[in-house]
């Protein structure tokens, strides 16, 4: 009998560090993925019936449980993204505290985060001058504001306006907001620490486009502009902000200069048709031989027009 209590006891906390680490609000599970994780852990018979009663008296005793659509998820985890990066931060600039110990101590703190917040709080790898809560509490705002089809309102270079989130990207240490602008009617994105100030919106009516389709298309054209075969392209153009907002939004990693702007991309077609939406507002002042094959390539889409 004492062999059968202490086997309850363990599927019990077996059952916490299941909802805890591998289900989140992206990441929900059906009563049979949960048994699947539980037999993995070693517990090969797990009553049906018994594991309803397990979740319902966790429910009961205070973890956040929903249940939606057959599957369960924890709705927040015993730290945010925010309260487990000042603790480590905390920690690190601790002088007294030596490696083994600071890992053994993030090791402790990264299990009570899911597995995804881990892999993202490990991954960030931002600026010196981006390390602040600022980042991180924008950056749970957006991701709260996608998941619950919010709207935000944000303050960049003193503009404030209200976008409504899509997707959030990683990329070259730099993360992405990507977001449907209303009035306009097209998919925008730039980088996070642009932002001055951020609030969380209304609800509102997701657009027609599918997120499946738009976060397939971000992918491929980020993949296709920002891959390890980047060069740098020098850009001319004249001094127009809303020329300027409109590259800021194609090309986040933008540096604008007295004379025009500098970008780093691969050039190929996926590129030389993004810079052809711009018309005789830029041009390619640098390197040469990318002005060439972009004007062969403009003089190919002129001629398929000519008799």
Request: with cysteine; net charge neutral.
């Amino acid at each position: 009998m004492k062999e059968k209590k202490d086997n309850n006891r363990l599927r019990i906390l077996a059952l916490i560090g299941i909802f805890i680490r591998k289900s989140s609000f992206d990441k929900r599970l059906s009563i049979n993925e949960i048994i699947a994780l539980l037999q993995n852990a070693g517990f090969e018979s797990v009553n049906r019936k018994t594991l309803y009663e397990d979740i319902r008296a966790l429910s009961e005793y205070g973890l956040d449980i929903e249940y939606a659509n057959k599957t369960y998820f924890l709705q927040e985890a015993p730290f945010s993204l925010s309260e487990a990066k000042v603790i480590i931060d905390s920690l690190e600039s601790l002088k007294n505290i030596d490696y083994k110990q600071l890992n053994a101590i993030c090791g402790k703190i990264y299990h009570l985060l899911s597995e995804d917040d881990e892999k993202f709080l490990k991954a960030i790898d931002y600026p010196i001058k981006h390390r602040d809560l600022n980042f991180l509490g924008h950056l749970e705002d957006m991701l709260y504001a996608i998941r619950q089809n919010l709207s935000l309102i944000i303050t960049r270079k003193k503009k404030k306006e209200e976008i409504f989130p899509i997707y959030l990207h990683r990329s070259n240490d730099f993360y992405y907001l990507y977001y449907h602008y209303p009035s306009s009617n097209r998919i925008y994105h730039f980088r996070l620490e642009n932002i001055l100030e951020l609030k969380i919106g209304e609800a509102h009516d997701e657009i027609c486009i599918p997120k499946s389709e738009i976060i397939s298309n971000i992918s491929a054209s980020t993949n296709s502009f920002y891959s390890k075969k980047a060069t740098t392209i020098r850009l001319v153009f004249a001094d127009d902000e809303i020329l300027h907002r409109r590259l800021e939004d194609d090309f986040p990693n933008i540096v604008f200069t007295k004379d025009g702007a500098s970008i780093k991309a691969s050039f190929n077609e996926a590129l030389m048709g993004k810079l052809a939406t711009y018309g005789n507002k830029i041009k390619i002042s640098h390197p040469q031989e990318m002005a060439d094959k972009y004007l062969a390539y403009l003089k190919e889409i002129i001629e398929s027009y000519l008799p």
